[in-house]
Nanobody, 127 residues
């Protein structure tokens, strides 16, 4: 059974930091591009950051570029999202998922290419 489990969310003040973890099982992690997504109430789910299989190249949304860093530890079957300089607009439920159609990240990759969504972890940025 393939399972992704997100953790590490919480309440943080603006300017603070969080590190999210995506623990995976049932897949060989480095065979897939892995993406982090977020969804705020009343808004569509959006891509945040992606890390490619094999070469580890990354791609991030302009809104988080320079603030968020995605990484993976294949030995631990875990993908991380380090979030710094958090803003209130970063608030939302954060999900990880695997792109089952490609190994390399592409900013234009549609969300339907992703599968094995986790349950999400809530991130709230508020004073």
């Amino acid at each position: 059974q393939v399972q992704f489990v997100e953790s590490g969310g919480g309440l943080v003040q603006p300017g603070g930091s969080l590190r999210l973890s995506c623990a995976t099982s049932g897949i060989t992690l480095d065979y897939y591009a892995i993406g982090w997504f977020r969804q705020a109430p009343g808004k569509e789910r959006e891509g945040v950051s992606c890390i490619s299989a094999s070469d580890g190249s990354t791609n991030s949304a302009d809104s988080v570029k320079g603030r968020f860093t995605i990484s993976r530890d294949n030995a631990k079957n875990t993908v991380y999202l380090q979030m710094n300089s958090l803003k209130p607009e970063d608030t939302g439920v954060y999900y990880c998922a695997a792109n089952t159609l490609r190994r390399l990240c592409a900013r234009s990759a549609p969300i339907y290419e992703y599968d094995y969504w986790g349950q999400g972890t809530q991130v709230t940025v508020s004073s």
